[in-house]
């Protein structure tokens, strides 16, 4: 309840009183205090085949316009169970959440605000078909977004999505590795490695002769014809005798996190590691690094530990799939 007149205890009118630095409907009989807290709003992103699905609002607030499908989160109810049943309801299409994307802040009038927590999602069952309170469902691909965007928080979300639909995975050019480096500088990833010590300048001479190469992943042009900016993510890796390539460093600038780069930026690192015959990937994480959930939940698995070299690491492995 937003707006309470009278104690829900005793049905006294509430008087408003300073409490914690606010402003609060207090009752002046039992001391019931009246929190008025920000509601919870959750949602989902479906990028199927490089297209996002989204919805027309069929009410206020924003009716005709276009969203992402979401709604209020039901007492007892995770987020996570509200993303997919909202998405069900209004698009007809039963979803896999696959990662939190963000939570955005959110303001409305009469309304104490809330957050949306907003998840990435794949379609496991169903087809778009307007259901609840939209009249239509349909996917758009990142240059052809609709100009109406309900909510300014579903705007900043399919603006970010788009962004990332620009990068693009390969190779770092000779024009591309000192940008790499520096990314990797600036993060603070300068520890000795199977390299030994690097500093800038490098060039990509001492980098080929390292037997060591870099992928990037770098912005292109936005669909609001924005330049992007440049090299936004590098995996650092040298190859581990035959068939094996080691993961030095696999680093993304942190807006562009949880949008699937340094997924994809892996999945580019097999790409090339099987094309030159390698049977495994391998890394070394520290136990207490973030990256250690990325990596196994993308495949590796721990082989092992380090014990003289870099003392609280984790080897991780993945074996590669043979053939192609």
Known sequence: ML???????????????????????????????????????????????????LVR??????????????????AGERPEETAVRETLEETGVRVALDDLLDVYAFSEEDSPGGVLILYAAHIEQGEPVAGDDATEARFFAPDALPRQIAFATHRQALTQWARVRTVTYGEATPAEIEAALRLIQDAGL???TSWGRYSLPE??????????????????????????????????????GIHGVHIHDLYVRPEYRRWGVGGRLLARTEQMARSRGAVMLMTRVSANDPGMAFYLRNGFAVCGYESDQAPGHARLCRRLPSGG
């Open 57 to 74: 609002r069929g009410a206020p607030p924003g009716e005709g316009q276009w969203g992402l499908p979401a709604g209020y989160a039901e």
């Open 190 to 192: 300068t520890e000795e």
């Open 3 to 53: 707006n309470a007149r009278f104690c829900l205890r005793c049905g006294t009118p509430l008087e408003s009183q300073k409490v914690d630095d606010r402003l609060r409907p207090v009752c002046p009989r039992c001391g019931y205090i009246h929190y008025v807290n920000p509601i919870v709003a959750a949602g989902t992103l479906v990028d199927h085949h490089g297209r996002v699905l």
């Open 203 to 240: 060039t990509e001479t001492t980098v080929r002769q390292k037997s060591a190469g870099m992928i990037v992943a770098r912005e292109g042009i936005t669909a609001e014809g924005r330049v992007g900016r440049g090299v936004i993510g590098v995996c650092r890796y040298s190859h581990h």
